[in-house]
């Protein structure tokens, strides 16, 4: 076993590496959409690799007390924290304004007749809303007799253009319309 002590963490942190890339790959360059959730298991295995170099980084700065260098990391990491931070803080509020207008729409469904058990269609968010409304879903298309359409930023699709259209006010996301079966 010749070599620095260091040489196996390295060849590890290295194997970590090229698996990452590997299991990254396929997602980058063959999907033709994007969802960061497929990257997950790439991002799993490049935190360990990151920890080897942030401990390395952290040792040479305490061997050679180099008060800059560990400056320069705090200052680094803090600052990704407050980014972190800040973004989450932010799509936390988002992502709760946006169930509120889950909580409108059922609202709306019930001042107009919709009661479970009922079935709903539309072209967004219509699964949380159903469960907020007590509904199900139908996902055939044209919908097999749905109880109301849930429709943000669209019309009613022609089956359904002789029904009562109700808009949801005050909503976070604008443009929510209700199309509730006679």
Same mark, same amino acid.
């Given at each position: 076993?010749?070599?620095?002590?260091?040489?196996?963490?390295?060849?590890?942190?290295?194997?970590?590496?090229?698996?990452?890339?590997?299991?990254?790959?396929?997602?980058?360059?063959?999907?033709?959409?994007?969802?960061?959730?497929?990257?997950?298991?790439?991002?799993?295995?490049?935190?360990?690799?990151?920890?080897?170099?942030?401990?390395?980084?952290?040792?040479?700065?305490?061997?050679?007390?180099?008060?800059?260098?560990?400056?320069?990391?705090?200052?680094?990491?803090?600052?990704?924290?407050?980014?972190?931070?800040?973004? =989450? *803080? %932010?799509?936390?509020?988002?992502?709760?304004?946006?169930?509120?207008?889950?909580?409108?729409? @059922?609202? +709306? /469904? !019930? &001042?107009?007749?919709?009661?479970?058990?009922?079935?709903?269609?539309?072209?967004?968010?219509?699964?949380?809303? =159903? *469960? %907020?409304?007590?509904?199900?879903?139908?996902?055939?298309?044209?919908?097999?007799?749905?109880? @109301?359409? +849930? /429709? !943000? &930023?669209?019309?009613?699709?022609?089956?359904?253009?002789?029904?009562?259209?109700?808009?949801?006010?005050?909503?976070?996301?604008?443009?929510?319309?209700?199309?509730?079966?006679?």
């Amino acid at each position: 076993m010749g070599g620095a002590p260091g040489a196996p963490v390295r060849r590890t942190a290295v194997a970590g590496v090229a698996v990452a890339v590997a299991t990254a790959a396929p997602y980058l360059f063959l999907v033709p959409y994007a969802a960061p959730r497929f990257l997950l298991p790439a991002y799993a295995l490049l935190a360990l690799p990151a920890a080897v170099g942030l401990l390395a980084v952290v040792h040479r700065a305490r061997t050679r007390r180099s008060l800059p260098t560990a400056a320069v990391l705090a200052l680094a990491l803090l600052g990704h924290w407050g980014i972190q931070a800040g973004l =989450a *803080h %932010t799509f936390a509020g988002n992502h709760q304004q946006a169930r509120g207008d889950w909580d409108r729409i @059922a609202s +709306v /469904l !019930r &001042e107009h007749g919709v009661h479970p058990p009922c079935v709903l269609a539309g072209n967004s968010s219509t699964i949380p809303i =159903a *469960h %907020t409304a007590g509904c199900t879903v139908s996902e055939t298309d044209p919908p097999a007799q749905p109880s @109301a359409l +849930v /429709l !943000r &930023e669209h019309k009613p699709p022609n089956w359904a253009r002789d029904w009562q259209r109700f808009p949801v006010p005050d909503t976070y996301n604008r443009g929510w319309t209700v199309v509730v079966r006679p």
